[in-house]
């Protein structure tokens, strides 16, 4: 009698104790939030009235903290920009606005001559922000709020890009580049230039998360 209950005791304490727990199951993924439709309502209308053409884009998500909310595409801005995609409306208020009223004037006041095209390098792309020290988080790009500009041509030929012409001996060039900068500052929230790291040597990061950071 002894060895039966000492038996069916040690059944119930493994059914209570020792029974093996199930791993934490992953989180959730984190859907991406964006603007509201009253938001983004208004934000069409400001493109329409700037005379702006674009196409407005479904929202998708793509992963954790990567996804298009709010979204257009840009067809027509008075200011032709090579490889731009999805941008999130405000980001794509804001450069249309910059395009014409900042670079545009400036090629010609500093430069002589008008602008052709600004060439971009992209716009949305799910991939962390690179460059920077602290936890790894997503890049204003993984939900298509900035937009990554390397190069400007001119109608009489030239391309001034950043990686070449940042610190170009031409003091007409330099101007005009720290002028399309500080133009951008005022615009977007985040503007980064190869003055802030290694890895925007290459390019202006203009960014529409209404912050106040100028590099």
């Known amino acids: 009698m002894t060895v039966t209950v000492g038996l069916m005791l040690l059944l119930a304490a493994c059914g209570r104790g020792d029974r093996p727990t ?4 992953r989180p959730p993924t984190a859907a991406v939030e964006g603007p509201g439709i009253r938001e983004t309502a208004a934000c ?3 493109l ?12 998708k998500q793509f992963g954790p903290g990567c996804g298009l909310v709010g979204t257009v595409k840009l067809l027509d801005i008075g ?6 995609g999805a941008v999130r409306c405000g980001q794509a208020r804001a450069y249309a606005a910059w395009a014409r009223n900042g670079v545009a004037p400036a090629a010609y006041q500093i430069l002589g001559s008008e602008l052709s095209r600004v060439v971009s390098m992209g716009s949305y792309a799910c991939r962390n ?15 298509a709020n900035a937009i990554d500009i390397g190069a400007f ?18 003091e007409d060039v330099r101007r005009f580049l720290r002028t399309v900068h500080t133009s951008a500052c005022r615009r977007f929230g985040t503007v980064l230039s190869p003055d802030y790291n290694a890895a925007h040597r290459d390019h202006l990061h203009l960014e529409d998360d209404r912050k106040s950071f100028c590099r």
Do not use: Y
């Open 129 to 143: 922000t690179v460059g920077t020290s602290g936890p790894v988080r997503r890049s204003g790009h993984a939900v």
């Open 22 to 25: 199930r791993p934490p199951e």
């Open 79 to 84: 200011v032709p920009t090579a490889n731009l």
């Open 153 to 170: 041509e001119l109608k009489d030929g030239r391309r001034i890009s950043i990686v070449n012409d940042w610190n170009s001996p031409d």
């Open 44 to 46: 069409h209308a400001d």
């Open 48 to 59: 329409r009235a700037l005379g702006v053409d674009f196409q407005v884009l479904l929202d």
